[in-house]
């Protein structure tokens, strides 16, 4: 049984960060893409960024870059989000995912996804 257990999430003031941690278990990811998605109260359920299994490969969602940074540690099957000059329009629910298998109606597809953080940014 695959679980993806993310932590991290919590309550920051605008202009603050946060670090998100996903560990992963029932079976290995290394040769995978993992990432992040959220999804924020009345909105679609939105991707945040992606990593290879190498971690060559790295893409964010516009909004996200130059603040956010995505990382991994296959030793430990985990995925990370480093996520800078925090916004209140990130506050969102923020999902950990791995397995990607490819575009489904022009939306990236995940085979695994975990339960959700919350992360809550005051103005």
């Known amino acids: 049984q695959v679980q993806l257990v993310e932590s991290g999430g919590g309550l920051v003031q605008a202009g603050g960060s946060l670090r998100l941690s996903c560990t992963a278990s029932?079976?290995?990811?290394?040769?995978?893409?993992m990432g992040w998605f959220r999804q924020a109260p009345g909105k679609e359920r939105e991707f945040v960024a992606a990593i290879s299994g190498s971690g060559y490969i790295i893409t964010y969602e516009d909004s996200v870059k130059g603040r956010f940074t995505i990382s991994r540690d296959n030793a430990k099957n985990a995925v990370y989000l480093q996520m800078n000059s925090l916004k209140p329009d990130d506050t969102a629910v923020y999902y950990c995912v791995a397995d990607y298998r490819g575009l489904v109606a022009g939306r990236r597809k995940y085979e695994y996804w975990g339960q959700g953080t919350q992360v809550t940014v005051s103005s």
């Open positions: 029932g079976r290995t990811f290394s040769k995978n893409f």
